[in-house]
């Protein structure tokens, strides 16, 4: 059932042994060790499995991994470290746009995601497109605040 | 003997990194328990115990309180370095180790603060530690404590010789006893606390770097799951193991009674095995049906109590010129954790490790041990943090499920809750139902006030021995803590709220001594602890907030029948200052115009806007608020949507406003969540909100009002908790918008638009709102 799969992932190529129809959140934590997609659901209702493929947010959590082929990967890790964050985890970090922080997969990507397309996207458009993402800390205000932030320092 | 910390450091807090797992024997002996719980090696009499000065100058200090993203880390960690007088990046605060920190209980109950912060426990190991230093510097500069100054960690004399912690203590024990005189900075001189310091955790955060429990890995770990029975009272008949033969990598099924699980090698595994696991099970009892559970509750056999009974409310609202009188209903909700639960436990012949996002690592460790049968100084339990919990959610049953699977497995395993795992079988908070009754006299003041809540309860934290009041206890036969039905004996002793039975206007009169923050002398407050169908458990304002719905907006009726204004009409029947201080704040932050409710000319069509208050005494003296809510409701759908709140806290000295800002936006918001949208749904034979499409909750894409904070800081005050009092007063004041705007009173939550549009037609003919 085991069958050798490349994936691109942040940047790297990684070579892992697995069934394939394993969703790709299992592989990114259990065999890349990675921390920023997490299990929320696992039926891709709230967004902290999260990860950019295309350009596209993807749930990972639903996601074979034999489904993913070639593609690019970006996983919240991806973006940025801590000692250099991207321009939108460096607007989170400035306003404090966590409590718990699990869901920030889902949070950051999708911003990410959508002002990657539409770089003078509403406060409506960047809403619309969080619609499948969920914070039970109910950080929202801060969120909000944070990407308006960065599409604002995009945009100049 | 001075013994080297860094040794004993090194011996035990190197597990941290390495996971491996050294012999718990080597922790230091027993010594009588802390806080009045449980007997624990760490004394929390000896500053060791809190606090140790590496001979690099960093502070280690030790706690029994966590954080799961309320923001105590690094409020913690401002109090240690305040109190210590270093820079805060010296300080590195450990949370929640069962090998290493004080047993400090549960992190609940908006008590970390107080327990911390004030005069007791790190705050008072911090200033102990201090003051030690100073007497070591004075003997070593060959000068008086009096001239001495310090400056991060270093000792200055008049002469300007100088001398730094690390010369006077690095690596060596103080060997010293807490000293209760020891004096704490004053507010004037902080440096660090009080300061908007930022979140430590979120840099890691933020760039995905940061571990959950979810990322603890063990060097040979396998990946567990549970199989929970169909419904509610299920039990095991057959498990079939045949049945997942076919499954590559599946190690074990483990069946303990009722509790069954699968261990495999990898989690795609693992959720195939038990998915595909045949077992068959013997059906539970039905249960009582949804639509009529209130009367339901109200018929049960209860166990009785009363808050206050002046015993002459009947007599009085004789007198009245006017009696109301009011139903109110509130679901069962859920903590719905954003992820599901997960620990890893790692149990081998004769020691255990758990790493668990519980809030209660010394209980969890206890009943860890008890359900391994191994004694409890051979059990460690780890604390990492999980994904927000907002009270008992599943950390507590995945980590004993965790700990049974290794056993069973003898391989350390990870277990991951599926999201109906975690739904399903949750500790809910609770139903409540409170029935309000009071007069006005001719003045228009309240003569009298009587209410009865009937509360459904089942289970709670499992404490330090009651496995059965989570879901792996039952099913392993424990039974869960249950109300015993019994009639009500008279209030006695001092007057307490801490579930806020009883409204902030009530005297609180038990044998002539008044403990309230009313005036309404005749008062009674009955509560029926009745037996719930499902689990219960602390949920964030547990009862506070179902108790402070029902109030406020009752008061809000009595006001609209009195012809108040809300604000005034609180004021004349409250004497607490510090309630009066968070309502007067509120009001003129929100630029509050006196007048009554509901608005003048109220519309009949299109979309109308209100504006509501609610305020409590938070357990009757843990912390102090008032908000104000203002809100549009379309009259053709029914939606509500809050457009702006203002919200007044006194919660004493803060440490850190930033963070205390962020918890009160996100408790507001949650309080918002609860209170449009959120219901625990069920069938005859299980609960059937079980993910995010069946159990609703505000998504990001909802449209997010203002919240405006305003802090009432009274002087020489102690801190109180503050998480968990903003959250309380939200619905209230969300429902006494509604009124404002529309004249229509809600008395059932959430505030879903069917139930909204309902009450809007009832009220439009005449029914019985207003």
Same mark, same amino acid.
């Given at each position: 059932m085991r069958e050798k799969i490349t994936l691109n992932v942040n940047g790297q190529q990684h070579v892992v042994e697995v069934d394939p129809e394993t969703p790709l959140l299992f592989v990114l934590n259990d065999d890349l060790g990675l921390r920023g997609p997490r299990f929320g659901c696992g039926m891709a209702q709230c967004g902290a499995c999260t990860v950019i493929m295309r350009g596209q947010v993807v749930r990972s959590c639903v996601m074979p991994v034999r489904a993913v082929g070639q593609d690019e990967v970006t996983t919240l890790e991806g973006l940025g470290t801590p000692e250099q964050p991207h321009p939108i985890q460096q607007a989170f970090i400035e306003e404090g746009a966590a409590q718990c922080g699990f869901c920030l997969s889902g949070v950051i990507l999708t911003a990410k995601a959508v002002l990657d397309v539409k770089p003078n996207a509403s406060d409506q458009e960047i809403r619309d497109a969080l619609g499948g993402v969920l914070c039970r800390c109910f950080t929202h205000i801060r969120m909000l605040r944070a990407i308006r932030k960065y599409a604002e320092a995009r945009r100049t | 003997m001075i013994e080297s910390r860094r040794d004993f450091l090194k011996s035990c807090g190197a597990l941290i990194i390495t996971f491996s797992s050294a012999?718990?024997? =080597? =922790?230091s002996a027993q010594s009588p328990g802390p806080f009045g719980t449980h007997p624990s090696h760490i004394d929390p009499e000896k500053l060791d115990s809190w606090l140790a000065v590496g001979d690099d100058g960093l502070v280690t200090a030790y706690t029994g309180k966590c954080d799961f993203g309320q923001g105590i880390l690094t409020a913690q960690s401002q109090l240690v370095a305040e109190e210590l007088c270093v820079r805060i990046a010296r300080v590195k605060l450990i949370q929640c180790d069962t090998s290493i920190c004080p047993d400090q209980g549960t992190t609940s109950g908006s008590q970390s603060t107080p327990t911390n912060f004030n005069s007791e426990n790190l705050a008072l190991a911090a200033a102990t530690a201090r003051e030690a230093l100073l007497s070591l510097a004075a003997k070593k500069l060959g000068e008086p404590v009096e001239n001495l100054t310090v400056a991060d960690g270093v000792i200055t004399g008049t002469t300007g010789r100088h001398v730094r912690y690390e010369d006077l203590i690095g690596n060596k024990h103080f060997n010293l006893p807490l000293n209760g005189t020891a004096k704490r900075r004053s507010a004037a001189d902080w440096t660090v606390l009080g300061k908007p310091i930022p979140s430590l955790d979120r840099t890691a955060l933020m760039t995905g770097q940061f571990e959950f429990v979810h990322n603890v890995r063990v060097p040979g770990m396998l990946h567990g799951r549970v199989v929970r029975p169909p419904e509610m009272g299920a039990t095991v008949v057959r498990v079939d193991e045949q049945s997942v033969r076919n499954i590559p990598g599946l190690v074990k099924v483990v069946v303990r009674k009722d509790f069954v699980g699968v261990v495999a090698e990898t989690q795609y595994q693992a959720t195939l095995a038990a998915r595909q696991l045949a077992v068959k099970w013997h059906p539970g009892p039905e249960l009582p049906p949804q639509k009529d559970f209130f009367d339901h509750l109200q018929k049960q056999p209860a166990h009785d109590a009363l808050s206050v009974d002046s015993q002459d409310v009947d007599a009085r609202l004789a007198d009245a010129t006017s009696i109301i009188r009011a139903r109110y209903t509130y679901p069962y909700q859920m903590h719905g954790s954003v992820g599901a639960s997960c620990a890893v436990a790692d149990v081998k012949p004769a020691s255990a490790t758990v790493w668990s996002a519980t809030q209660s690592a010394y209980p969890t460790r206890s009943i860890v041990g008890k359900l391994l049968n191994m004694p409890l100084d051979k059990v460690r339990v780890i604390y990492v943090r999980g994904s927000g919990c907002y009270g008992l959610n599943g950390a507590d049953a995945v980590s004993f499920d965790a700990a049974i699977l290794s056993q069973a497995a003898g391989k350390p395993v990870r277990l991951q809750f599926s999201r109906p795992d975690e739904m399903m079988w949750e500790n809910l908070g609770s139903a409540c139902t409170v029935q309000l009754r009071a007069g006005l006299a001719r003045d228009g003041r309240i003569i009298a006030w009587d209410r009865e809540d009937w509360v459904a309860s089942m289970g709670n934290r499992p404490g330090y021995d009651q496995p059965g009041n989570v879901i792996t206890g039952m099913l392993l036969g424990y039974e869960p803590e249950l109300p015993e039905p019994r009639s009500a004996k008279p209030p006695a002793g001092k007057f307490r709220n801490q579930s806020n039975t009883v409204p902030s206007y009530f005297a609180g009169c038990i044998a002539g001594s008044c403990g309230g923050d009313g005036t309404i002398r005749s008062e009674r407050a009955l509560t029926h602890t009745v037996r719930s169908p499902f689990f219960t458990g602390p949920l964030r304002s547990p009862l506070r907030i179902q108790n402070t719905f029902a109030n406020e907006c009752f008061m809000d009726e009595l006001c609209a029948r009195a012809n108040a204004d809300p604000v005034a009409f609180r004021l004349m029947h409250l004497q607490n200052s510090r309630v009066i201080g968070v309502l007067k704040a509120v009001a003129q932050a929100a630029n509050w115009q006196a007048r009554s409710s509901p608005k003048a000319g109220v519309s009949r069509a299109g979309t109308v806007s209100g504006r509501g208050i609610a305020c409590v005494a938070y357990e009757g003296n843990n912390g102090y608020a008032a908000l104000v809510a203002e809100v549009d409701v379309d009259l053709e759908t029914g939606t509500v949507q809050p457009k702006r709140f203002v919200v007044a806290l006194d919660c004493g000295p803060i440490s850190n406003p930033d963070g205390l800002r962020n918890q009160i936006e996100g408790g507001i918001l949650q309080g918002m969540s609860r209170g449009l949208v959120e219901e625990v749904t069920w069938d005859s034979r299980r609960v059937t909100s079980v993910d995010w499409e069946t159990y609703n909750s505000l998504y990001l894409d909802y449209e997010t009002p203002t919240v405006e904070t305003v802090f009432v800081t009274p002087a020489d005050v102690p801190a109180t908790g503050a998480g968990e009092t903003a959250i309380t007063v939200t619905p209230a004041a969300i429902g006494n918008a509604i009124f404002d705007a529309t004249g229509a009173r809600l008395r059932e939550l959430p505030f879903t638009p069917q139930r909204v549009k309902a009450t809007l037609v009832k009220s439009a003919q005449g029914g019985e709102s207003v």
């Open positions: - | 012999p718990v024997s =080597l =922790l």
